[in-house]
């Protein structure tokens, strides 16, 4: 069994910047990748980013390319989540998930292609 905790959501300033973090503890990751994934009030989850264990691919949604920056602590098994630009569309509860032992483009942008869910961390981007 996998635990996962997120943390570092708050309240920006459009433009402002933000660094999750995920914390793993119960398990070993070595075989697995990890996602971040958001939901926005009244809509539906969305991938955000995704990393393999080994921090060797990387992948995003179009809409933070260029802003958001996933990457990884294998000795602390924890999993970062850098926000810059933050724009008041990017307002959401933010979950890291660990899950796709076969990594794609599209395995990792897929929510049910995860095992594990943290508990969420909120963001909130004020205009």
């Known amino acids: 069994q996998v635990q996962l905790v997120e943390s570092g959501g708050g309240l920006v300033q459009a433009g402002g910047s933000l660094r999750l973090s995920c914390a793993s503890s119960?398990?070993?990751?070595?075989?697995?990748?990890m996602g971040w994934f958001r939901q926005a009030p009244t809509k539906e989850r969305e991938f955000v980013a995704a990393i393999s264990w080994s921090g060797s691919r990387t992948y995003y949604a179009d809409s933070v390319k260029g802003r958001f920056t996933i990457s990884r602590d294998n000795a602390q098994k924890t999993v970062y989540l850098q926000m810059n630009s933050l724009k008041p569309e990017d307002t959401a509860v933010y979950s890291c998930?660990?899950?796709?032992?076969?990594?794609?483009?599209?395995?990792?942008?897929?929510?049910?292609?995860?095992?594990?869910w943290g508990q969420g961390t909120q963001v909130t981007v004020s205009s």
């Open positions: 998930a660990a899950g796709p032992n076969h990594i794609s483009d599209s395995v990792v942008r897929r929510a049910t292609s995860y095992n594990y």
């Open positions: 119960g398990s070993t990751f070595s075989s697995y990748a």
